[in-house]
Nanobody
Framework: QVQLVESGGGLVQPGGSLRLSCAASRSILSINVMRWYRQAPGKERDLVAAITSGGITNYADSVKGRFTISRDNAKNTVYLQMNSLKPEDTAVYYC?????????WGQGTQVTVSS
């Protein structure tokens, strides 16, 4: 099993920055791909960014150039650096990992972008 715990959400003004963290309960070297998703009220959960164990990254078009996903294998943690935040980035952000044919989710962290 894998427990995922997100942190770092909060209220930020448009144009501001936040860094989300996702701490895993086991070594993330054994997890091929870790992902960040987000879900706004009344909308589906969408993929935001992904990173492989080899460090290859992928981003949704809506966040390219503003968000950066990274991983610290020694800390078993994946990060999502979010810059130039917009009101439309407001959502609950979830960490996701697939391990041993099971998909795991964190509890989510709220990000609100508002003046």
């Amino acid at each position: 099993q894998v427990q995922l715990v997100e942190s770092g959400g909060g209220l930020v003004q448009p144009g501001g920055s936040l860094r989300l963290s996702c701490a895993a309960s086991r070594s993330i070297l054994s997890i091929n791909v870790m992902r960040w998703y987000r879900q706004a009220p009344g909308k589906e959960r969408d993929l935001v960014a992904a990173i492989t164990s080899g460090g290859i990254t992928n981003y949704a078009d809506s966040v390219k150039g503003r968000f950066t996903i990274s991983r610290d294998n020694a800390k078993n943690t994946v990060y999502l650096q979010m810059n130039s935040l917009k009101p439309e980035d407001t959502a609950v952000y979830y960490c996701n990992a697939g391990y041993s044919m099971v998909t795991y989710w964190g509890q989510g962290t709220q990000v609100t972008v508002s003046s």
